[in-house]
Every structure is written in C-alpha cells, then in structure tokens.
C-alpha cells in the first residue's frame, strides 16, 4: 500500500489532470472539446459508483440529469459521503436542467474545471482523513 503523501500526490495529479483533457487524435481535423461539460466528485467509503443512475435520457435522445435519483442516493448513503457533492456543469450545456441539479444536490453549480479545483484544495487539508 502507497503511503498517505504518495497516495495524495497521485490522486492531484489526476484530478488536475481531468481538469486539462484536450485534443484527441483527430483534434485538428475536427475541433473536438473534450473537457467536461458535466461531472460529479465527492469521497465516499466504499468502491460502489453511487451516480450511476444519475444521468439518463430524454425521448429525444438529449442527456437528462435525473435529480430524483442523486437526492436519493445522497439521503441513503449519507453516512458514506465523506465529502460534499462536487458538481460542475459548464454554462451553455443543460442549462434548463441547472436549478434542478443544485437544489439535487444542496450546492451551488460551478464549471467542472472549478469542481475540480475545489475537491483538490480541499484534498490538501484532508488527505489523511479521507485516504485512511
């Protein structure tokens, strides 16, 4: 097992690495926007990935943020959240679907890049109680 210094330097550099995807292999010939538009971060006990079901679909086929099921999920695993609900949801992208998520998940919205940012600031002062 990686100790708590080594553990905590990884996990930033991922983190912050999540913060700066870019390009692609076509990224010239197509101009993709890679970064994240929508995210979800916290620290939890446990390995279950508890957003599964967070995002569905409309008839349409557009992505639908179903805020039912991440109210849920943050009441009956609340004693497994060691941290807040990190969201980020880049303005311009879901934007009908805003008010609803922040009220889901008791936390005002910010750009993923800034979630990011906010869980890494926050990592540096619990690491030890988080990773342990």
Same mark, same amino acid.
């Given at each position: 097992?990686?100790?708590?210094?080594?553990?905590?330097?990884?996990? @930033?550099?991922?983190?912050? &690495?999540?913060?700066r995807?870019?390009?692609? #292999?076509?990224? =010239?010939?197509? !101009?993709? /926007?890679?970064?994240?538009k929508?995210?979800?971060?916290?620290?939890?006990?446990?390995?279950?990935?508890?957003?599964?079901?967070?995002?569905?679909?409309?008839?349409?086929?557009?992505?639908?943020?179903?805020?039912?099921?991440?109210?849920?999920? @943050?009441?009956?695993?609340? &004693?497994?959240?060691?941290s807040?609900i990190? #969201?980020?949801? =880049?303005?311009? !992208?879901? /934007?009908?679907?805003?008010?609803?998520?922040?009220?889901?998940?008791?936390?005002?919205?910010?750009?993923?890049?800034?979630?990011?940012?906010?869980?890494?600031?926050?990592?540096?002062?619990?690491?030890?109680?988080?990773?342990?």
């Amino acid at each position: 097992e990686l100790d708590s210094e080594t553990r905590t330097a990884r996990l @930033r550099q991922l983190l912050e &690495g999540l913060s700066r995807i870019t390009g692609g #292999a076509k990224q =010239a010939l197509h !101009y993709t /926007d890679v970064a994240p538009k929508l995210l979800f971060l916290t620290v939890a006990r446990g390995g279950n990935h508890l957003f599964g079901t967070a995002i569905g679909h409309k008839p349409d086929g557009t992505p639908k943020i179903q805020c039912d099921a991440l109210t849920e999920v @943050r009441h009956v695993f609340a &004693g497994d959240f060691l941290s807040p609900i990190y #969201a980020g949801l =880049a303005k311009g !992208y879901l /934007d009908e679907q805003r008010d609803g998520l922040s009220a889901a998940i008791e936390r005002e919205l910010v750009h993923p890049v800034e979630a990011i940012r906010q869980l890494t600031a926050e990592l540096e002062n619990r690491a030890g109680e988080w990773l342990a």
